[in-house]
């Protein structure tokens, strides 16, 4: 079955070969999705996720724009999602709504194998594996836009086929207009399927003009409905004009700002990030097939392999479209390869680089399914078995996908994950009336936002992105939406005065002073740009935030060990969360907080300038902080043990009475001992070792002191 000839009779009898299909493809595909949906929507998380997603619910909510390029689609389908659907808090919605993407995108997948090569199990295998796998269940039950991004792959390799198959040149012209117009809107989404676009616009143009279907007028026609797709951008600077969103992103009014944001500028166009080295290409793609391997198996690799292998036989169906496939998951590959610059030695930042292996996974779940049926018809045609053979297609489609189900299930079922829901209400409860919070990263910028806009948490805190401070369009667009902050000018720079543009910038500090009628916090971390603050201020630890207090108040270690000790409600276990999640980071972040008072009091007992009965006080603090944190919970971040460590060698030159030197140095042995034990990546280790080789001396001769 081909595009090639003209006969009546291969007219005919493609028409006849299509009508099943036709009917068994829609069926097949609406069991797929209603099973998938099923499993999604029961495994969907309650409250917002980590990453973007607290901004993207944010900015659907509010109507204001997402972050580069702007997501216009997903914003608006989204906001329908949060004012229909009526069950669950305002990112559940979200939530349910890209779970339905996903379903949606495992029956276009299904569609495609079964059009490809007639068989249901070949696309249940394809659908199956793709949607189970770990990447493809996280992604699409999070307010997120890769569910929707795998949606529209699915619909453009549909759509190729269905053209592919197309008998007639009116039926090839309606499916080139709609794949126009699909391919519009999937740019309204994800920028990195544009690599897919660019493989398929080509291959449907040759095919029209080998068929003698191609004209100049045919062509404008199909280019306005390639930009009607790109219609929903128009949101951008409608959004952006009438200014209502308490949450948005960028200046779209004018050409400059809409382009800057379109092409994600501010990022760095074709990059994952700005001013950042990643790993080599050969990394990140040998990374990509071992991460492939895991997510789909070794089978499906092998599968899709075969796939491209039956092509050397002349009487297979569509080879074509077999090779436009691969050709699509090459190109994609090699290019996000080269583009992405994050190093993946970091977790978090490998968590970040495979959601976008999603896509080329998704191509290969197909040939892998078009690769099943190949491999049975050839099987087929050597033993002359049809019905068993059948029955093992089938077999080994169901436990593939079985197998996925079962391996993913536990860990991709969020039914219960309420981790970033609880790091977000407890930074917010733990802050005073009317506080400002300076926000840092997207952890506790986007999961604050969406609690503070989306749930009507503390509407008494004023939120105010350090980052986008910076940024020119950011206090003439937010400035009214912040009504209990001052501004000493239109843009923070820690050098003072009046650009070019008339715009005024102002200082830290200055903003400090200006606010002086409220408790200012940072959170997480402070703009290391501007040093400007330490002229008058301190920082002192609030949890995961930081306070910034006048210098002319004392402090007080008693007032604030009282203060900060049961400031979060924090029942996560350690450890327990995969490194590459956000879960993983806040669940950090709240238990690093536990030792943030105890580090802070031990640090100022080393640099200030105190009297030594003060200093010893405030390491009789620290010693005391870090004993109680450390034996609190079983399992703990590991540089607790070092610090403690050290916290229990300085009380040891203390020599103070009431003290045990051989406890002291058995705790400072033990505790050194288990961190080289934990952190062997710590580049002062073989120092660590030397000293533990020189207490335990110390300790045997203050033993056989004893003794004698």
Same mark, same amino acid.
């Given at each position: 079955m081909?595009?090639?000839?003209?006969?009546?009779?291969?007219?005919? @009898?493609?028409?006849?070969r299509?009508?099943?299909?036709?009917? &068994?493809g829609?069926?097949?595909?609406?069991?797929?999705?209603?099973?998938?949906?099923?499993?999604?929507?029961?495994?969907?998380?309650?409250?917002?996720?980590?990453?973007?997603?607290?901004e993207?619910?944010t900015?659907?909510?509010? $109507?204001?724009?997402?972050?580069?390029?702007? =997501?216009?689609?997903?914003?608006? +389908?989204?906001?329908?999602?949060?004012?229909l *659907?009526?069950?669950?808090s305002?990112? =559940?919605?979200?939530?349910?709504?890209?779970?339905?993407?996903?379903?949606?995108? %495992?029956?276009?997948?299904?569609?495609?194998?079964?059009?490809?090569?007639?068989?249901?199990?070949?696309?249940?295998?394809?659908?199956? +594996?793709?949607?189970?796998?770990?990447?493809?269940?996280?992604w699409?039950?999070?307010?997120e836009?890769?569910?929707?991004?795998?949606?529209?792959?699915?619909?453009?390799?549909?759509?190729?086929?269905?053209?592919?198959?197309?008998?007639?040149?009116?039926? /090839?012209?309606?499916?080139?207009?709609?794949?126009?117009?699909?391919?519009?809107?999937?740019?309204?989404?994800q920028h990195?399927?544009?690599?897919?676009?660019?493989?398929?616009?080509?291959?449907?143009?040759?095919?029209?003009?080998?068929?003698?279907e191609?004209?100049?007028?045919?062509?404008?026609?199909l280019?306005?409905?390639?930009?009607?797709?790109?219609?929903?951008?128009?949101?951008?600077?409608?959004?952006?004009?009438?200014?209502?969103? /308490?949450?948005?992103?960028?200046?779209?009014?004018?050409?400059l700002?809409?382009?800057?944001?379109?092409?994600?500028?501010?990022?760095?166009?074709?990059s994952l990030?700005?001013?950042?080295? &990643?790993?080599s290409m050969?990394?990140?793609?040998?990374?990509?097939?071992?991460? !492939? /391997?895991t997510e789909?198996?070794?089978?499906?690799?092998?599968?899709?392999?075969? %796939?491209?292998?039956?092509?050397?036989?002349k009487?297979?169906p569509?080879?074509?479209?077999?090779?436009?496939?691969?050709?699509? *998951?090459?190109?994609?590959?090699?290019?996000?390869?080269?583009?992405a610059?994050?190093?993946?030695?970091?977790?978090?930042?490998?968590?970040?680089?495979?959601?976008?292996?999603?896509?080329?996974?998704?191509?290969?779940?197909?040939?892998a @399914?078009?690769?099943?049926?190949?491999?049975?018809?050839?099987?087929?045609?050597?033993?002359?078995?049809?019905?068993?053979?059948q029955?093992?297609?089938w077999?080994?489609? !169901?436990?593939?996908?079985?197998?996925?189900?079962?391996?993913n299930?536990?860990?991709?079922?969020?039914?219960?994950?309420?981790?970033?829901?609880?790091?977000?209400?407890?930074?917010?409860?733990?802050?005073?009336q009317?506080?400002?919070?300076?926000?840092?990263?997207?952890?506790?910028?986007?999961?604050?936002?969406?609690?503070?806009?989306?749930?009507?948490?503390?509407?008494?805190?004023? $939120?105010?992105?350090?980052?986008? !401070?910076?940024?020119?369009?950011?206090?003439p667009? !937010?400035?009214?939406?912040?009504?209990?902050?001052?501004?000493? @000018?239109? /843009?923070?720079?820690p050098?003072?005065?009046?650009?070019?543009?008339?715009?005024?910038?102002?200082?830290?500090?200055h903003?400090?002073?200006?606010?002086?009628?409220?408790?200012?916090?940072?959170?997480?971390?402070?703009?290391?740009?501007?040093?400007?603050?330490?002229?008058?201020?301190?920082l002192w630890?609030? @949890?995961?935030?930081?306070?910034?207090v006048p210098?002319?108040?004392v402090?007080?270690?008693?007032?604030?060990?009282?203060?900060?000790?049961?400031?979060?409600n924090?029942t996560?276990?350690y450890?327990?969360?995969?490194?590459?999640?956000?879960?993983?980071?806040?669940?950090?972040?709240?238990?690093?907080?536990?030792?943030?008072?105890? *580090?802070?009091?031990?640090?100022l %007992?080393e640099?200030?300038? +105190?009297?030594?009965?003060?200093?010893?006080?405030?390491?009789?603090?620290?010693?005391?902080?870090?004993?109680e944190?450390?034996?609190?919970?079983?399992?703990?971040?590991?540089?607790?043990?070092?610090n403690?460590?050290?916290?229990?060698?300085?009380?040891?030159?203390?020599?103070?009475?009431?003290?045990d030197?051989?406890?002291?140095?058995?705790?400072?042995?033990?505790?050194?001992h288990?961190?080289?034990?934990?952190?062997?990546?710590?580049?002062?280790?073989?120092?660590?070792?030397?000293?533990?080789?020189?207490l335990?001396?110390?300790?045997?001769?203050?033993r056989?002191?004893?003794?004698?």
């Open positions: 081909g595009l090639h000839g003209d006969s009546r009779d291969l007219s005919r @009898g493609r028409t006849a299509a009508g099943p299909r036709r009917s &068994g829609l069926r097949g595909g609406a069991a797929v999705f209603a099973a998938v949906a099923a499993v999604f929507t029961l495994t969907l998380p309650p409250s917002v996720p980590g990453g973007d997603s607290g993207l619910v900015a659907a909510y509010e $109507l204001g724009v997402a972050h580069p390029p702007g =997501y216009p689609l997903f914003t608006l +389908v989204a906001k329908l999602a949060i004012v *659907f009526p069950i669950g305002v990112a =559940y919605r979200v939530n349910l709504l890209c779970g339905l993407f996903g379903a949606v995108a %495992a029956s276009l997948l299904f569609f495609t194998v079964f059009r490809l090569s007639g068989s249901y199990a070949g696309g249940i295998l394809a659908a199956g +594996v793709f949607s189970f796998s770990h990447l493809t269940w996280q699409s039950t999070a307010a836009v890769f569910s929707l991004n795998n949606l529209f792959v699915g619909l453009l390799m549909a759509l190729t086929v269905r053209f592919e198959e197309a008998a007639t040149a009116k039926e /090839r012209s309606k499916i080139a207009k709609i794949g126009a117009f699909c391919c519009g809107l999937s740019l309204c989404n990195t399927i544009v690599l897919y676009v660019l493989c398929i616009i080509p291959w449907i143009l040759f095919r029209l003009l080998k068929q003698k191609l004209s100049l007028g045919s062509l404008l026609k280019s306005l409905y390639f930009s009607a797709g790109l219609l929903p951008y128009l949101y951008l600077p409608i959004s952006s004009y009438l200014n209502q969103a /308490r949450w948005t992103w960028g200046d779209q009014t004018t050409l700002g809409f382009l800057t944001h379109f092409l994600r500028e501010e990022y760095g166009t074709f990030a700005k001013s950042e080295t &990643g790993s050969s990394e990140i793609l040998h990374s990509q097939v071992t991460n !492939m /391997r789909l198996s070794f089978n499906i690799q092998v599968l899709a392999v075969w %796939a491209n292998i039956c092509l050397a036989r009487d297979r569509n080879p074509s479209l077999v090779w436009l496939f691969t050709g699509m *998951f090459c190109i994609y590959s090699l290019f996000f390869a080269w583009r610059n994050l190093d993946i030695s970091k977790p978090l930042f490998m968590g970040v680089v495979e959601r976008f292996w999603m896509q080329s996974n998704a191509v290969v779940a197909v040939l @399914g078009v690769g099943l049926s190949a491999l049975v018809s050839e099987s087929n045609r050597v033993l002359n078995n049809s019905i068993g053979l029955c093992l297609e077999l080994s489609a !169901m436990i593939l996908v079985t197998y996925q189900i079962y391996s299930y536990r860990i991709c079922d969020q039914r219960t994950n309420y981790v970033i829901d609880k790091f977000a209400k407890n930074l917010l409860a733990s802050m005073p009317d506080a400002i919070i300076l926000l840092r990263g997207d952890l506790p910028g986007n999961s604050l936002r969406y609690m503070h806009y989306c749930e009507g948490l503390r509407p008494d805190i004023s $939120l105010v992105d350090q980052e986008m !401070m910076t940024y020119e369009w950011y206090l667009k !937010m400035a009214k939406h912040l009504p209990g902050v001052n501004f000493p @000018g239109d /843009r923070w720079n050098v003072e005065g009046i650009l070019p543009s008339g715009m005024v910038t102002f200082n830290l500090y903003f400090l002073e200006i606010n002086k009628q409220k408790e200012t916090f940072v959170c997480i971390g402070i703009h290391e740009g501007d040093p400007t603050w330490k002229k008058n201020y301190s630890p609030w @949890g995961s935030c930081d306070k910034l210098s002319e108040i402090f007080n270690p008693d007032e604030w060990i009282k203060l900060t000790r049961n400031i979060y924090w996560e276990e450890g327990r969360f995969d490194p590459s999640s956000w879960e993983s980071v806040a669940n950090e972040e709240m238990w690093q907080a536990r030792m943030k008072t105890a *580090f802070f009091i031990f640090n %007992a640099t200030a300038n +105190v009297p030594s009965n003060v200093k010893t006080q405030l390491y009789t603090h620290a010693y005391n902080l870090y004993k944190i450390v034996y609190l919970r079983k399992e703990h971040p590991v540089n607790w043990h070092k403690y460590a050290i916290a229990c060698e300085r009380m040891l030159g203390l020599r103070e009475r009431d003290t030197p051989e406890v002291l140095l058995s705790e400072t042995i033990r505790h050194f288990l961190y080289t034990q934990k952190a062997r990546n710590d580049p002062q280790l073989a120092d660590i070792l030397v000293a533990l080789k020189h335990r001396e110390e300790l045997q001769s203050l056989n002191r004893k003794n004698v």
